[in-house]
Nanobody, 120 residues
Framework: QVQLVESGGGLVQPGGSLRLSCTASRSIDSSVHIGWYRQGPGNQRDLVATINRGGSMNYADFVKGRFIITRNNAKTTMYMQMNNLKPEDTAVYYC??????????????WGQGTQVTVSS
């Protein structure tokens, strides 16, 4: 098991920046992936960015060129630098660790979420 805790959310003006952090209770790797999802009011939980097994990174089209996902060398903390934030980025952001399970299945670990609000 692993526990994930997000931090770094808050209120920011359009065009501003935030950096989210996700700290794990133990070292984790990108078994399938580690990454960030977000869920805005009345919306689905959408994939934002991932670090995949092998180290490749994927970004949703709506954040490409604005968000950057990284992790520390100890593999205990994942970050997402969010630049040029827009009102439509307002959402609860969730840390996600997708791990391999038995019989070729996967299992998702989730943090509690951190609120990001982009507003004038």
């Amino acid at each position: 098991q692993v526990q994930l805790v997000e931090s770094g959310g808050g209120l920011v003006q359009p065009g501003g920046s935030l950096r989210l952090s996700c700290t794990a209770s133990r070292s984790i790797d990108s078994s399938v992936h580690i990454g960030w999802y977000r869920q805005g009011p009345g919306n689905q939980r959408d994939l934002v960015a991932t670090i995949n097994r092998g180290g490749s990174m994927n970004y949703a089209d709506f954040v490409k060129g604005r968000f950057i996902i990284t992790r520390n060398n100890a593999k205990t903390t994942m970050y997402m630098q969010m630049n040029n934030l827009k009102p439509e980025d307002t959402a609860v952001y969730y840390c996600n660790y997708r791990a391999f399970a038995a019989f070729g299945q996967t299992f998702d670990y989730w943090g509690q979420g951190t609120q990001v609000t982009v507003s004038s």
